[in-house]
């Protein structure tokens, strides 16, 4: 079946969450969102392409940092309003300069910290 | 640090999207959204509890079904609007009766059915 951005459920915003996944290690990195016209860009450049909801742009993940996503598989879930980029992450996917921003454990009911910012 | 629920970003509806991932294969399994109540009673219970928005009701992953997710880890995101879930999964997560709900790939344009309901 040919596959059209706009099949898929975007909520009132027009967003719709992608989780970005290591292709090689399993490891969640992150959760973003797109639009409609970010889907189209990631299929079509291959370069995992957010919409920045504090900034209101599109935002080529690596962009400015480089710590690109190159798209490895590109995948929807069951009710079309969820997605999951398999990626080739370069250097650390989180802001924080971690590799994934779950790096926060809840356990015993205190936080604890779970990986340490990249040199 | 202490772990308050009130202290993670709800969106505009009281809700934070929570990714299930199989902590033992790192497959990841679905999405689903949680309220504060609903990430307190994971936590207090060990069963992956989450908020169904077409229901307007907590949601017992596998209450009803018998696929049940077992907590294994919780974890938080930097921005504390995004949580990550490890579980041991009883079953198939999907409602569909797939493993996982991210079962179609878009490649080259077309939609792809990675993997068939389990018997």
Known sequence: ???DPQSLRYDDKGLIP???QDHATGEVLMMAWMNAEAVARTLATGNVTYWSRS???FWVKGEVSGHVQR???FRVDCDRDCLLVLVDQTGP???TNRRSCFYTAVRD???I???RPEA
């Open 93 to 95: 996917a989180c802001h």
């Open 55 to 57: 900034r209101q742009a």
């Open 18 to 20: 992608a989780i970005a």
């Open 109 to 111: 009911g205190r936080e």
């Open 1 to 3: 079946m040919p596959f």
């Open 71 to 73: 798209l490895v598989d």
């Open 113 to 115: 910290e779970l990986m």
